[in-house]
């Protein structure tokens, strides 16, 4: 085989992850870091417990947040999060800045949410599934799902101003306030 053969024989494969599935219970850490805040080259690092999404376009988290907040009933019926071994399922607890997966998510996103119930014998519990683009999150509980939101709607309001968001509990979103 010559030289040039084996140069294309090399470069005639790819790779591609079409999704990834995370499973998540209880609160989940969230960090949003900015880079070139106010520049045409702006980016969010939105970090979601072990996914680490880069977002540099407000109208993608835009369309997510929308997607969370049309999930906000089946959320609460979930309840509040339990222990790991209620959900018969491999859960590892996170610490730190374990970080799995990147992705980095433009465009507009494709947000699709359905309810799962738990079937007898099967490992998967009950949960909320959210897809968001190639992720797909397995949302077991309240405590859960309350805190991915507060963390898009975190990153949402830094791509709009360009400046780092502290939580401030009195500027909580009224779809994300934890319920009574």
């Not at 376009?57 to 609460?76: D, F, I, K, L, M």
């Not at 433009?106 to 359905?114: E, H, S, T």
Request: net charge neutral; glycine share 10%.
């Amino acid at each position: 085989m010559s030289e040039g053969e084996q140069d294309k024989k090399k470069a005639s494969g790819f790779s591609a992850a079409v999704e990834v599935t995370v499973r998540v219970s209880g609160e989940v850490p969230v960090r949003v870091d900015v880079t070139n805040a106010g520049t045409p080259e702006q980016q969010v690092g939105l970090t979601l417990g072990s996914v680490l999404i880069y977002l540099r376009n407000p109208g993608t988290v835009r369309a997510v947040v929308e997607g969370w907040r049309s999930a906000n009933y089946a959320a609460q019926l979930l309840g509040p999060s339990r222990p790991v071994t209620y959900h018969h399922a491999g859960l590892a607890q996170v610490m730190g800045s374990q970080v799995s997966t990147l992705v980095r998510l433009g465009g507009i996103p494709n947000v699709l949410v359905a309810p799962i119930t738990r079937r007898p014998g099967s490992p998967v519990p009950s949960h909320l599934r959210m897809q968001v683009g190639p992720i797909v999150w397995q949302v077991c509980d309240w405590n859960a799902y309350h805190s991915i939101a507060v963390g898009w709607e975190r990153a949402g309001r830094l791509l709009n101003v360009g400046q780092v968001a502290e939580p401030n509990p009195d500027e909580e979103e009224d779809w994300i306030a934890p319920r009574s």
